[in-house]
Structures are given as C-alpha cells and as structure tokens.
C-alpha cells in the first residue's frame, strides 16, 4: 500500500492550497478515504473523509465550509482543495484509509503565514 501526498505548501492567511494524494497497491475504489493532519507537537488530528462511491463526505467542525474533499477513482487520486485558510490548519496533511491516521503515507506540508 502506497499513500503519496503532495501540493503543499507556503501560503497567506486566506489563500487556497490544492492537495493530492495518489494511491496505490490496493483497491482504492473499494475504501473510505481521508485526509488527516499534525500540526507541530500536535497528535493526528481528522480533517475530512469521502466514501468510495456515492460521494458522501465527512468534515471536522474547524473545516467545515472552508475545505472541499473529493476523489477520482479511475486515477487512483484523491483531493482535498482547501480556501480561506487560516495559521491554525499549518500540519503536515496525509491521506490514510482510515479516519485516525493510522493508515497514513508520506505527508504534505502546508504552512499558513499571518
């Protein structure tokens, strides 16, 4: 099983970033997928999740309306496109299969300056 994050990055308070998580080694089209994030001497936090096929779509509280999760399964490609963003969502962001990151790849740092 393979989880690569990536399209982090610096950006300003307010502005949108566009991550993606490229999968491989399982059946992704058969899975719940998530995003989960650790901010710095923080523990795993959920940020968001999508079911595999009918497009339901969980959020946290503090993302809620600001972050947009979704998922390509002929590409094995899951997204998360996140606006307004705040310092306080600066974490390395990973995608896992499950909702405690647990099941998590390689991260993707994103750093919000004030």
């Known amino acids: 099983v393979q989880l690569q994050a990536s399209g982090g990055g610096l950006v300003q308070t307010g502005g949108s970033l566009r991550l993606s998580c490229a999968a491989s080694?399982?059946?992704?089209?058969?899975?719940?997928m998530f995003w989960v994030r650790q901010a710095p001497g923080k523990g795993f936090e959920f940020v968001s999740g999508?079911?595999?096929?009918?497009?339901?779509?969980r959020y946290a509280d503090s993302v809620e309306g600001r972050f947009t999760v979704s998922r390509d399964n002929a590409k094995n490609t899951l997204y998360l496109a996140m606006n307004s963003l705040k310092s306080e969502d600066t974490a390395v962001y990973y995608c896992?299969?499950?909702?405690?990151?647990?099941?998590r790849g390689q991260g993707t740092q994103v750093t919000v300056s004030s």
């Open positions: 999508i079911h595999p096929r009918d497009g339901t779509t």
């Open positions: 080694g399982f059946y992704f089209s058969g899975y719940w």
């Open positions: 896992s299969r499950d909702s405690w990151g647990t099941m």
